[in-house]
């Protein structure tokens, strides 16, 4: 398949970008500095995700999917992930790729227990909701589209190994949850090739 990749030198990004190398898919990422990306086996285009015309100039290819990790680091306020979102299915939209596959948080899975909702609820209060707001805007862009699009909602992401096994669920029961990267990365890539959850938010942990 012939995928493109937002965030491709980010810690979800670069651990897809590997594993899709390694399955012999074609792989273009996008970087703000090719330079520095650091990624082998790829073609890389450079732009900024915020940008609109160099979204849509990197989309003219003929990509089955789109893969999306983009994120603010630290806590401060943000919207680049709307706003790359944004650019994204705005370009989509516009020259014909239709399956959309990114990473967002557990407080946007629609389905959560009553301790779901009271974890989230606290969460939006701490400085991480400045997080929160900008995926729950960025998961509004896309229930607007058409697309398929699919998220992986991490509750907590943490640095570590990729451990092989994890749980994916469609309801939040609540609780500090969390998941490495590369176990991010095989259910993206998973989706990519074998598609089970459209227009869902799938919530993954250990």
């Known amino acids: 398949m012939n995928a493109i990749v937002f965030g491709a030198t980010g810690r979800v990004g670069r651990a897809f970008v590997e594993k899709a190398v390694n399955a012999g898919h074609r792989v273009t990422a996008f970087v703000r500095n090719a330079g520095s990306a650091g990624l082998d086996g790829v073609s890389l285009t450079e732009g900024d995700v915020r940008d609109p015309s160099s979204v849509s100039a990197a989309l003219t290819g003929e990509f089955d999917a789109v893969i999306v990790g983009i994120g603010q680091p630290g806590l401060k306020p943000s919207t680049i992930v709307s706003d790359g ?122």
């Open 85 to 206: 979102f944004a650019a994204i299915v705005a370009g989509m939209t516009a020259l014909g790729p239709r399956r959309f596959i990114g990473v967002s948080g557990s407080a946007e899975m629609p389905h959560k227990t009553m301790a779901g909702k009271v974890y989230t609820a606290i969460l939006r209060r701490t400085p991480v909701g400045n997080a929160v707001r900008d995926h729950d805007a960025g998961l509004r862009v896309l229930q607007a589209s058409s697309l398929d699009w699919t998220l992986a909602g991490c509750n907590y992401l943490a640095d570590g190994p990729e451990r092989g096994s994890y749980k994916t669920s469609l309801v939040f029961p609540g609780g500090f949850k969390l998941i490495h990267p590369g176990d991010v990365a095989n259910f993206l890539l998973r989706e990519m090739v074998a598609p089970r959850h459209i227009r869902e938010v799938v919530g993954l942990w250990y």
